[in-house]
Every structure is written in C-alpha cells, then in structure tokens.
C-alpha cells in the first residue's frame, strides 16, 4: 500500500513536471532529459531518462509510454495519443496531472477519515488483552476460595479471560489465516462484495467509483477518443472487480447499438443524478461535458458522506471500544468490592 501510494505521488510531481517544461516550449526529449536528472522522483527518473533516448532515436512518445507500463496504464497513453496527433502535448500532461491529482487527494481523504478510527481500535483491543490476559488472572486468583458472590458481568469477564489464554494462539492463526484469505483474489472479491452490498458504505463506494469512472470517461471524450474506445478503458478505472466487470459489460453492450444511460440503469451500480445529468449529455451531444458535470457533482456527494461518516465512526468507535473496556474495569472494581465484604 505504502509503496502504491508513493508510486502515484512520484506519478503526480512527474507528470506536472512534464506539462510545465512543455508549456514553456522546451522539446519533448529535452523535457524527459530534465526529468531524469531529478533524482528526488526516484524510479520515475530512470522512466524519464529511457523515454528522452528513445525520443532521440525517433520513437513516438505514445509507444514508448506502452512500454512503460509500469509507471503509464491504458488511459493515460491514450490521452497522450490523442494529444501527439494534434500536438498538443503540455495540454494533455497537464490534464493527466489534474485526474491524478483528484484521484490522489480522494485517497488522502479515505485514509483520513479510517485512519483515527483505525488508531483507537487497535489500541482499545490492545489494553482489553492486555487487562484479560495480565490484570483479569490476578483477580480471579484472589476470588478462588472465597465466599463473596461475583456478579455476572465478573463472570463474562472472567470467562473472556480464560477463553483468551486457553486459546489465544488458535484465535491469532485464525485472524492470520483470515487476513492472508483475504490478500488472495478471491478473497479480496469477496470483501469488495460485501462492502458493495453493504447499505451506507456501499452507497459511498458506488459514488467514489463512479466518480474516477465519469471523470476518466469526460477527459478520453474531450481528446477526441471514441465512446466505445473510452468505455473499454474507462472499465478498468473501476477499484472494484463487480464495477469493473459492470463497466465491460456497458461497453460490449454499446457496440450493439444500446443507449449509454438506459444500460446504466439497468446495472444498477449508478446514482440517479449521474443518470439524469448523462441522459441530457446525450440529448444535447454534450456527453464529454456531462461527465465532468457528473464527477464534479459526485465528487462533492462523496466528501459530504465521508465528512459524516467520520463524524459518526469516530465517536462510535469510541463509545465502544470504551465501554467493552470500562466493563471489564468495573466488573474488577466490583470484585474487589466483594472481597472486601468478607474482612468487614
């Protein structure tokens, strides 16, 4: 994850790089010989350093950005494709620049939004096993023999207890084999899946994906590129296999002749208003402007949800996790309370 985000950061500071050098005039070889020797975008240099030779020897930039795949997918060739036929390279870098950029500041706010919750949860499941594995024993111990009455609630406590030291290495590997299922392909369609069906948070995702989808989409239309061309690459936009495979399937279905809007519909993955707006793009033969209109309207939609989810996860994770820990603080309080009954 770590080394996906500091790939599409390097992407985001070489593509600015690039639409800046070209707008100023300087020739395409020049400007990838430039980047190259900026050492600070790491592997991204090396890309730049191979693309200025090849340039040299006459090579197209959109056949040599294929090759780099590594660094370039299918959408951003095609865009710099379209703008090598027209010649309007510092154009098409700099556009390139922009959808990165929203799609890296979309990935910011996520993480934000997860990453508090993320801290107090994994602390608060920290200090519940550290108390049942270290603190709760003792108290169980001090209670063995005597003939003060334990509560119920000490009684869960207690069993918790147990039930966490007799079998905690079994309940670790089983987390483990979970999390390494999920790392799988399966498991990960899986998860996306689930998410998707779930109420709220699959509302979120559908419009975060839809919104790169509409965006990715507007900018292929407005270089020139065929809607059925740009529906084939705007597919693969999609995070999400179920999105994606949705996506295709458009695509296929187009090239027999079906309507953008109705097929949408029909896949029940797209948000009315983005429907609404697409069936007057198509009305109008506005459909690249539309999209954008979409992605911008979505784009405001999916930061006011995550502005509320965090409003409400945050104070939700606190309350519980706070409460399972100070039930097992009271329950001991309670205990020592009892105890003390005795030598009254």
């Given at each position: 994850m770590t080394m996906l985000i500091n790939k599409r950061g390097k992407l985001i500071l070489f593509l600015e790089q690039a639409s800046i050098l070209l707008s100023a005039g300087i020739t395409a070889d020049k400007t990838f010989r430039t980047i190259g020797r900026d050492l600070s975008i790491g592997y991204c240099s090396h890309v730049a350093q191979r693309m200025a030779a090849q340039l040299e020897e006459g090579q197209p930039l959109p056949l040599i950005m294929e090759d780099e795949k590594t660094l370039f997918d299918k959408f951003?060739?095609?865009?710099?494709?379209?703008?090598?036929?027209?010649?309007?390279?510092?154009?098409?870098?700099?556009?390139?620049?922009?959808?990165?950029?929203?799609?890296?500041?979309?990935?910011?706010?996520?993480?934000?939004?997860?990453?508090?919750?993320?801290?107090?949860?994994?602390?608060?499941?920290?200090?519940?096993?550290?108390?049942?594995?270290?603190?709760?024993?003792?108290?169980?111990?001090?209670?063995?023999?005597?003939?003060?009455?334990?509560?119920?609630?000490?009684?869960?406590?207690?069993?918790?207890?147990?039930?966490?030291?007799?079998?905690?290495?079994?309940?670790?590997?089983?987390?483990?084999?979970?999390?390494?299922?999920?790392?799988?392909?399966?498991?990960?369609?899986?998860?996306?899946?689930?998410?998707?069906?779930?109420?709220?948070?699959?509302?979120?995702?559908?419009?975060?994906?839809?919104?790169?989808w509409a965006r990715g989409l507007a900018l292929l239309l407005q270089r020139g590129v065929h809607i059925q061309t740009a529906l084939v690459i705007g597919a693969n936009l999609h995070s999400l296999n179920q999105m994606r495979q949705g996506g295709r399937a458009i695509a296929q279905q187009i090239r027999q002749g079906r309507n953008l809007t109705v097929l949408m519909a029909e896949s029940g993955q797209f948000p009315d208003a983005a429907i609404q707006l697409l069936r007057t793009g198509e009305e109008t033969g506005q459909l690249g402007i539309m999209l954008e209109k979409v992605a911008d309207f979505l784009a405001l939609e999916s930061r006011a949800k995550l502005n509320l989810f965090t409003t409400i996860i945050e104070p939700l994770t606190i309350l519980l996790l706070g409460g399972l820990v100070a039930l097992i603080v009271l329950s001991l309080i309670s205990i020592t309370m009892s105890v003390n009954t005795i030598f009254l």
């Open positions: 951003d060739t095609t865009v710099i494709q379209s703008c090598w036929e027209t010649g309007d390279l510092s154009e098409g870098f700099r556009q390139l620049h922009n959808y990165h950029k929203r799609r890296a500041d979309l990935a910011n706010q996520l993480r934000t939004a997860l990453t508090y919750p993320a801290i107090l949860s994994i602390s608060a499941i920290i200090a519940v096993i550290l108390l049942l594995v270290i603190v709760v024993p003792k108290f169980q111990t001090m209670v063995m023999g005597q003939t003060a009455e334990v509560s119920s609630t000490s009684e869960l406590v207690f069993f918790l207890s147990r039930v966490v030291m007799e079998y905690g290495i079994f309940i670790a590997l089983f987390i483990v084999g979970l999390v390494g299922i999920s790392l799988t392909k399966a498991g990960k369609n899986w998860l996306q899946n689930f998410f998707i069906a779930t109420p709220w948070l699959g509302d979120l995702i559908r419009i975060i994906e839809v919104e790169k």
